[in-house]
């Protein structure tokens, strides 16, 4: 008895000092960079260098003249940022009553979104410190245009119309790469400048300085509270039967670790 103490001992100590903690706000440095240069302000016009960002749900009407293959990403899209979103905010499609309007119309007609030219995909958003409440969608249709084009502009300006309203040289898979892409995927930087964006703790008109506050703080305080967790499970793991080590590493896995602890669980119980 006294030997399989020993070896579970042995084991969770192993386990607590080289697990690697996976938790939402470990942000990375260049993530954060990339965030500050993404949404802070705006390509085009005057607009100062802070937070913009919706604080009520998306309800987009479709206008003009959309391909089958336009509706088709124009959905998948929506899922992949409510997903991200985590209900903080929620996009949809509406017949009426829209705050954001997608127009699939031709070049001729991207006055409906006071497009600047040479843009085949253009998003304005309106604001009222820094809350913003209604956006304009333009997406190209001119018949040189081809659908992969087209398709990418609805990933990157319906992303953009968030609050995420700069282009970059950085990253050339990045959905708001400044020079020629046809990316339609949101890359794993492309995501996580979008979970910042809608951090409860970052609010509407917040600049530079104030983020790096808060997000210091929410890294502080999730790292004490994961801490707390460990020691918690920890003490109980060293009293735990194989079975029950498992069960643990489970709970484990999903409140302090991640998918990796949560994996790792699910095989002691095999």
């Known amino acids: 008895m006294k030997k399989n103490n020993s070896i579970i001992t042995v084991f969770i100590l192993i386990i607590l000092i080289n697990v690697n903690i996976v938790y939402s706000y470990d942000y990375k440095e260049d993530e954060i960079d990339y965030f500050f240069e993404i949404a802070l302000g705006a390509e085009y016009g005057n607009a100062p260098p802070l937070v913009s960002k919706w604080k009520e749900d998306l309800k987009i009407k479709i206008n003009g003249n959309p391909s ?11 899922n992949e940022l409510n997903y991200l979103l985590e209900g903080k905010i929620k996009i949809y499609l509406v017949d009426t009553n829209q705050n954001v309007d997608i127009n699939f119309v031709p070049l001729s007609d991207f ?36 659908q992969e084009i087209r398709s990418h502009n609805i990933r990157e300006q319906l992303a953009s119309s968030l609050g995420l309203l700069n282009d970059s040289w950085k990253y050339k898979d990045s959905i708001f790469y400044q020079g020629y ?22 609010k509407p008109g917040m600049s530079k300085d104030n983020i790096l506050k808060i997000l210091k703080l929410m890294r ?51």
Request: include cysteine; proline fraction near 0%; charge should be negative.
């Open 68 to 78: 089958s293959k336009d509706k088709e990403i124009l959905n998948q899209v929506i």
């Open 111 to 146: 006055y409906l979104c006071n497009a600047v030219e040479g843009n085949l995909g253009f998003v304005t958003c309106y604001w009222n410190d820094n809350v913003i409440y209604k956006a304009n969608i333009c997406i190209a249709t001119d018949k040189y245009i081809s």
């Open 181 to 202: 892409s046809e990316t339609q995927y949101f890359t794993e930087i492309d995501q996580k400048i979008i979970i910042i964006l809608y951090e409860d703790k970052i």
């Open 220 to 270: 502080i305080n999730y790292e004490i509270n994961t801490i707390e967790c460990k020691l918690t499970l920890g003490r109980n793991l060293l009293w735990g039967s194989k079975s029950a080590l498992g069960r643990q590493m489970l709970l484990w896995g999903e409140i302090c670790s991640g998918e990796a602890n949560v994996a790792l669980g699910r095989q002691m119980l095999l």
